[in-house]
């Protein structure tokens, strides 16, 4: 989008000074750790306002659109409560057979209308890239709620929030990370492993031979210098695990269903398998889950999965404040 001084459109009210004020968030690669400070520090505080009043003004007056081409229930509905508990309101749009999109409006073509009526617009579509252009198009905020294969920015900053909430604040640096799964087709994993190589952490992948994290993300993050171990078996790498990052392997990814068929099911995270794991550690996963992570573990106290949710709803409402100008 266009800065402040090209655009005659931004409204009213907002501290214009404020870092992220008019920006969009389409990748964890705009982040820098001092920015992530901000955002955990500004999330902290959201979660304190929620704890005690529930819902507050900051918002008021705003208007997210909140534009979902593909399946959510966690992204979507955390956005509107975020913009809810911050006094706004929300267009939502999670089913876009219903919207002109059907008759074939182009991305860009509905970005410039729902921006006629929002100041804020948040965006899950299948293809990669897809976010970068609707942000192209619009002169208001765009944000990435996930984008193919992509990015899923917003996730990782409620996953690394997680992790300095349960694990306290400061301790990314030292922590060993081992991700599970499907490494190969997971947006959140690809954003995850960027956003942990801004700190002194050891990065561990664990999946099958054809699911396997891709070169150029283990490319970009040992740019930066961080140690990164590929296993085919978890056994391994769990003893000296603190964070245990589970996705589900993506039937709807596949190209060839019997490629699926033969993965699916890989690995099953349980309660006896968890012996081998430390006391003091976590467990974490972007969810839905299908059969990855049995339902025996959760209460656990490591199973961290769903305080993560939680977690999530804050730092939404932290990115909201921070791009309307308001934090
Ligand atoms: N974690 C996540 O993106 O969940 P949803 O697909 O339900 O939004």
Redesign the pocket.
């Known amino acids: 989008m266009p800065t402040q001084s090209q655009s005659p459109h931004l409204p009213f009210g907002e501290n214009k000074n404020a870092p992220w004020y008019g920006k969009d968030i389409l990748s964890v690669k705009q982040f820098s750790r001092d920015d992530l400070d901000y955002v955990f520090g500004v999330a902290h505080e959201m979660r304190g306002m929620v704890e005690r009043v529930g819902t507050f003004d900051l918002l008021k007056g705003k208007i997210l659109a909140n534009l979902f081409y593909e399946?959510?229930?966690?992204?979507?509905s955390s956005f509107i409560a975020a913009m809810e508990r911050l006094g706004g309101s929300v267009i939502s749009i999670n089913e876009v057979k219903y919207s002109s999109v059907s008759k074939g409006e182009s991305l860009p073509d509905t970005i410039r209308t729902l921006e006629c009526y929002a100041d804020v617009m948040v965006l899950r579509h299948p293809e990669t890239g897809s976010a970068a252009i609707a942000a192209k198009a619009a002169r208001k905020p765009v944000i990435n709620a996930?984008d193919g294969v992509g990015e899923?920015p917003t996730?990782a900053l409620l996953d690394a929030f997680t992790i300095f909430e349960e694990l306290g604040v400061g301790r990314i640096d030292g922590l060993t990370i081992t991700m599970l799964g499907d490494l190969k087709y997971g947006r959140?994993v690809h954003s995850l492993a960027r956003l942990l190589s801004m700190y002194d952490v050891k990065l561990n992948y664990v999946s099958p031979d054809i699911l396997k994290m891709p070169k150029e993300v283990m490319d970009e993050v040992a740019e930066k210098g961080i140690s990164q171990k590929e296993f085919g078996s978890l056994e391994e790498a769990l003893p000296e695990t603190d964070v245990l990052y589970v996705t589900r392997v993506q039937k709807e990814r596949f190209e060839d269903p019997a490629d699926y068929e033969k993965v699916k099911g890989a690995y099953v995270i349980d309660p006896q398998i968890m012996k081998a794991a430390k006391q003091e550690m976590i467990v974490m996963h972007?969810?839905?889950r299908v059969t990855e992570i049995s339902m025996d573990f959760d209460d656990d106290p490591r199973a961290a999965y769903f305080r993560q949710m939680e977690y999530g709803l804050y730092v939404r409402m932290a990115l909201l404040a921070m791009v309307l100008g308001k934090a």
């Open positions: 399946p959510s229930t966690r992204t979507s996930g899923h996730q959140t972007p969810l839905p």
